[in-house]
């Protein structure tokens, strides 16, 4: 089994990290990386989530070309930016963060915490809970270090973390707790003996997720909104891109 893990951030090194955590908790399964080649190097705003959304479709195109298909897609970034497109495009089932954390704490509480690096992405989190159904369950909270801060110094994070966790508990009555963020992968079991009640960690709930649809083998459908889209005339995109577009006449427009 291969998994393919697209990072939405242009940090190399957070790659690195998550893909050895995944590796970690994916048991046999193979862990690839990829590092979105434009953007943002850590996703923190609406505009450089908006710009991660092409990057990661980008960062797909270039692996389908490198290789064959994984069995699975995660894409490690909490806001899960573009997601809907990467499913349209992939030929094979695709996981987001911050989906996979929420479906996995769902079976554990009925309220739901999110809890993220970076004040910014309080709101944006909770239109995306609210736009897959799940508004009513869940809250969001930040602390004001973002998540390439929490990544270069995780020890200086974790009494904030945590104290926001308690809160989530105590304030907004959460029965479980996601730490969520590509730069707070690996935190939740470090904090989990201060939190009274299960405290996720974002990337580990979307490996398992990963590896479960991989085994499920579901087929890519054929019609609907996440069938494989009809040929479409491109410019200025790289040329894997275009080619994933099924545009091949404009491959040479960007490299």
């Given at each position: 089994?291969?998994?393919?893990?697209?990072?939405?951030?242009?940090?190399?090194?957070?790659?690195?990290?998550?893909?050895?955590?995944?590796?970690?908790?994916?048991?046999?399964?193979?862990?690839?990386?990829?590092?979105?080649?434009?953007?943002?190097?850590?996703?923190?705003?609406?505009?450089?989530?908006?710009?991660?959304?092409?990057?990661?479709?980008?960062?797909?195109?270039?692996?389908?070309?490198?290789?064959?298909?994984?069995?699975?897609?995660?894409?490690?970034?909490?806001?899960?930016?573009?997601?809907?497109?990467?499913?349209?495009?992939?030929?094979?089932?695709?996981?987001?963060?911050?989906?996979?954390?929420?479906?996995?704490?769902?079976?554990l509480g009925g309220?739901?915490?999110?809890?993220?690096?970076?004040?910014?992405?309080?709101?944006?989190?909770?239109?995306?809970?609210?736009?897959?159904?799940?508004?009513?369950?869940?809250?969001?909270?930040?602390?004001?270090?973002?998540?390439?801060?929490?990544?270069?110094?995780?020890?200086?994070?974790?009494?904030?973390?945590?104290?926001?966790?308690?809160?989530?508990?105590?304030?907004?009555?959460?029965?479980?707790?996601?730490?969520?963020?590509?730069?707070?992968?690996?935190?939740?079991?470090?904090?989990?003996?201060?939190?009274?009640?299960?405290?996720?960690?974002?990337?580990?709930?979307?490996v398992r997720v990963?590896?479960?649809?991989?085994?499920?083998?579901?087929?890519?459908?054929?019609?609907?909104?996440?069938?494989?889209?009809?040929?479409?005339?491109?410019?200025?995109?790289?040329?894997?891109?275009?080619?994933?577009?099924?545009?091949?006449?404009?491959?040479?427009?960007?490299?």
């Amino acid at each position: 089994m291969r998994l393919l893990l697209i990072n939405g951030n242009t940090d190399a090194a957070l790659t690195a990290r998550m893909v050895a955590f995944a590796r970690a908790a994916a048991g046999a399964a193979a862990i690839e990386g990829a590092t979105a080649r434009f953007g943002a190097r850590y996703i923190s705003t609406r505009s450089a989530a908006a710009i991660a959304g092409h990057a990661v479709l980008d960062a797909l195109a270039h692996a389908l070309a490198a290789g064959p298909a994984p069995d699975a897609v995660m894409l490690a970034c909490f806001g899960d930016p573009g997601i809907a497109a990467l499913r349209e495009l992939s030929p094979v089932p695709v996981i987001g963060m911050a989906e996979a954390s929420i479906l996995t704490a769902a079976t554990l509480g009925g309220r739901i915490a999110l809890l993220t690096g970076g004040a910014r992405w309080v709101p944006m989190l909770g239109e995306y809970a609210a736009a897959i159904g799940f508004g009513g369950r869940v809250a969001v909270r930040g602390i004001a270090l973002t998540g390439d801060a929490v990544a270069e110094d995780p020890d200086a994070a974790l009494p904030a973390l945590a104290a926001e966790a308690r809160a989530a508990v105590d304030r907004d009555g959460a029965e479980v707790v996601v730490l969520g963020g590509a730069g707070l992968a690996g935190l939740a079991g470090r904090i989990a003996a201060d939190v009274p009640v299960p405290v996720l960690d974002s990337l580990d709930c979307t490996v398992r997720v990963a590896v479960a649809l991989a085994r499920a083998a579901a087929p890519k459908p054929t019609v609907g909104s996440y069938a494989a889209p009809p040929p479409v005339p491109v410019a200025g995109l790289s040329g894997p891109l275009a080619g994933l577009l099924l545009a091949p006449a404009m491959t040479s427009a960007g490299a």
